[in-house]
């Protein structure tokens, strides 16, 4: 489903994706762990088309996204969905505003068919009569679902999710995990997942990556990975301060 080939992304002289290669299997969730800031969510803004690599290649159901123009890559993403990590919602913009956003913009659907779909996802993640509401008067854990419902709007074939778990509660968060899986089952999709959330990631993964000085440099199935005797994976799922990884 998702091919990628030495990827190169650097900022101010900051070197932070170094020849990533990765493969994405149709159907699966992968989870990319990493330490904060070490290119997780470039990765997946690559993904997305909406950041462009210095060198490498990106392509999604075998088609290079940097070779197509700006309007065809604009329908491309009709095929992705991404929860952000904020949620990412627009303050002005009403709950089934936020939803359907992307149809409302990129398609010719007339209103009343977005507004059914905008129902039928907000129904999805559990969040019945909320349409009229604004961003404001929600809790963290309802933004975070409203999110998934915008993701899931245009029925994505791809959903992408950066941090899903972060500024939740733990029960909040353990909802947002069953939610992940229960839609990565529900609507078929591939799922990639970029956390910090060692608790997240060993229950929505088929498998798990782990992403260090801008290259993967393992991967396994989440039992695979918990008994990995790479020092570099051991030291960041055990959270030691001792190891290879420094503490700048």
């Known amino acids: 489903m998702i091919q ?8 101010n002289g900051n070197h932070v994706l170094q020849g990533l290669n990765l493969e994405i299997q149709t159907g699966e969730a992968l989870v990319i762990i990493g330490r904060s800031g ?6 997946l803004k690559h993904i997305m088309g909406i950041m462009e690599p210095d060198e490498g290649k990106v392509s999604i159901d075998g088609v290079d996204i940097f070779s197509l123009t700006p309007r065809e890559l604009d329908q491309f993403r009709l095929k992705l969905g991404m929860l952000f990590q904020s949620a990412a919602l627009f303050d002005s913009l009403s709950v ?3 939803v359907g956003f992307s149809l409302f913009e990129h398609t010719e659907l ?25 961003p404001s008067s929600l809790s963290g854990g309802m933004k975070k679902r409203v999110g998934l419902a915008r993701a899931i709007c245009n029925d994505p074939k791809i959903i992408l999710y950066d941090e899903p778990t972060t500024g939740l509660d733990p029960i909040m968060a353990d909802g947002i995990n069953d939610l992940i899986v229960e839609m990565k089952h529900k609507l078929r999709t591939t799922t990639v997942t970029v956390t910090h959330d060692l608790k997240s990631a060993y229950k929505i993964a088929d498998r798990i990556a782990m992403l260090y000085e801008g290259k993967i440099i393992g991967m396994g199935t989440p039992q695979e990975i918990e008994n990995t005797s790479d020092p570099v994976i051991r030291q960041f799922i055990t959270g030691s301060a001792k190891g290879p990884i420094t503490s700048d």
């Open 38 to 43: 070490c290119g997780k969510s470039v990765l």
């Open 4 to 11: 990628i080939q030495n990827l190169h992304k650097t900022f």
């Open 110 to 134: 007339p209103p009343e068919v977005i507004l059914e779909k905008v129902t039928e996802k907000l129904r999805l993640v559990g969040l019945v009569g909320i349409e009229d509401l604004m």
């Open 96 to 98: 089934a505003e936020n």
